[in-house]
C-alpha cells in the first residue's frame, strides 16, 4: 500500500517480546470484551466475527482457553457495562497525526494517562475528528510467505477479492475492505497460506515524511510509550518515514 510505514513492521517484529508483558493478557481480555460488546452480545465465535478475531489474537499470543472463557463470560455479565471503547486523536512531535483506541472500564482515568504521555512528548492532544478523517479502517490480514513468492501469493490475494496486497519482506499485508475481511481470511487459509494476524485496522490516506532518523525515533518511542498502556489496544500514525 502506498505509504506504508515502517512502524506496522517494527510491531510485528517486537510481537515477541510483547508478548512476555503481564499486561498482555489484561489488554486481550478486553479486546475479548469488547469484541461481545460490539457483537451484540454474542459470545459464540462462529456468530461473531469481531470475537472470533479477538480471540484469534489471543491464542496467538499463547493466552490460557481458560482467561479466554474469562473473559467472554465476563463481557456477557453485568460487568461488561462498565468497557468500553475510546478513541484519541491528536499530532505527535514532528506533526504526524496520531489516532490510539484504548478499552477501559474507567474512562475518566484512561484519558487522564492518555494526555500525560501527550504533553511530556511535546506532543498535542487533539479533539475528536482532528486526525480521524487522515485515515481509512480496512480490514488487514498478514500473511507469511513461507516457500511461495509475492507474485503467486499477490494472485491468490486478488482472486480471493483482497483491495491491495503489500511485500513486507517475510510477509505480505493484504488489505481489504471490512465487510470483506472474513470471507478473504477464510479463503486464504483454505488455500494452504499461514495467516499470522487478521484485524481491522485505520490505514493512512494522507502521510506525513519524517526524513531525520532522530525525530522518528522520538516518535516511535512515544508510540511504544502509548503502547504500554494497559487500557491502549491499538496506535496508529500516518508517519512515512524518508531517511535511508
Known sequence: MSGHSKWAQIKRQKGVNDQKRGATFTKL???IMIAVRQGGGIGDPNQNFRLRLAIDAARSSNMPKENI???IQRAMGKEAGAMEEVVY??????GVSVIVEAATDNSMRTTAEVKSIFN???ASFGQPGSVSYQF???GRIILKKNDKDFDEIFMECVDSGAEDVEDVGDEVFVYTDMPSLMKVKDELSGKGLEVLEADYVREPSVTIPIGDKGQAEKIHNFLETLENLDDVQKVYTNMLE???
Open 29 to 31: 481480555a478486553n479486546a
Open 69 to 71: 472463557e474469562r473473559a
Open 89 to 94: 486523536e491528536g499530532f505527535a512531535p514532528g
Open 120 to 122: 511530556k512528548a511535546g
Open 136 to 138: 481509512k479502517h480496512m
Open 242 to 244: 524518508t531517511y535511508e
